[in-house]
């Protein structure tokens, strides 16, 4: 009975002759649902309506193109044969380091060129990324990668995972830990977190460094126990060195930016205008009542 399970079809719909794979559809809705996320903060931190739509036309596919240059160099045994098919990102494939390495300096660069603080963009999408990266992982899953070691049906149902994960689990003749699962339950709780430390009012930059912290301590636990990595110089496993340099750097940072006077804007600093129009106005029709 076993050997009978099928994978899920990995297609969700056509366009013609075009398969439209979940895969992409997934992390177009993690990205859709993050871009609407960080508009609403965006306009309610007073930045122009159209500067984050802006900002994705660049980004997104700077992003993309990351991601996916990141995976091919340290699987490049996998392309060498054949380099076009690197061009095939349906197929699965694309590192979140390499994406965010792509957005990060070409938001810099958008940033530069608005005259608006990196930091102040970096801290309003935080939570955005994160959830993009949460359902994002879900692509994985219909791919059929991002898993852990070898289990049995037993052990998944014991999670009360239901049928349909435990039955997408089950590649090559064996069940394997949803990987996949652990860590979109991390970030949707780091989601939370990220949403919950903005009505701290941390210090401009620091909600973006516990981002990158908080993903990195659950991407170094997880990996270590995932099959499917890139690996650097042959032995290392890239994701848990970057998670380790990512960790300490974030916290050696907050550090240096509070002690050298880097950091003293806060997050809630810089009220829209409207507000303060808007107060004053009522402030002006109350006297108005009084007289």
Do not use: C
Not at 35 to 61: C, H, I, Q, S, T
Not at 147 to 152: F, R, T
Not at 179 to 185: N, P, Q, V
Not at 224 to 244: E, H, P, W
């Amino acid at each position: 009975m076993v050997g009978t399970i099928e994978p899920m079809n990995r297609i969700a719909f056509q366009l013609g002759p075009i398969p439209v794979y979940w895969y992409g559809v997934l992390i177009g809705l993690g990205a859709f649902l993050g871009y609407l996320l960080a508009n609403r903060e965006m306009k309610k931190r007073g930045m122009p309506d159209d500067m984050l739509a802006d900002l994705l036309m660049f980004a997104l596919p700077a992003a993309i193109i990351g991601a996916r240059l990141y995976y091919v160099i340290f699987r490049w045994e996998n392309y060498a044969d054949d380099p076009m098919s690197a061009f095939a990102i349906w197929e699965g494939g694309l590192a979140i380091h390499g994406g965010l390495i792509g957005a990060i300096v070409t938001g810099a660069i958008f940033a530069k060129y608005k005259g608006v603080s990196l930091w102040k963009i970096l801290d309003i999408t935080a939570p955005s990324i994160l959830l993009g990266q949460a359902i994002g992982r879900w692509g994985n899953f219909m791919n059929q990668e991002v898993y852990g070691g070898e289990v049995s049906r037993s052990f998944l149902e014991n999670m009360m995972l239901p049928n349909f994960i435990i039955d997408q689990m089950f590649i090559n003749g064996a069940y394997y830990q949803p990987t996949f699962l652990y860590e979109s339950i991390w970030n949707l709780a780091g989601v939370i977190l990220l949403l919950s430390l903005r009505r701290v009012n941390l210090r401009r930059g620091e909600l973006f460094i516990t981002y990158a912290i908080w993903y990195s301590v659950g991407r170094f636990f997880i990996e270590g126990i995932r099959t499917d990595y890139l690996l650097i110089f042959g032995v290392l496993k890239t994701a848990q060195v970057v998670s380790i340099i990512t960790v300490i750097g974030g916290i050696i940072l907050i550090v240096y930016r509070r002690k050298k006077g880097l950091a003293e804007a806060r997050y809630l600093d810089e009220e829209p205008k409207e507000k303060t129009v808007k107060k004053h106005s009522t402030g002006q029709k109350n006297k108005k009542k009084k007289k």
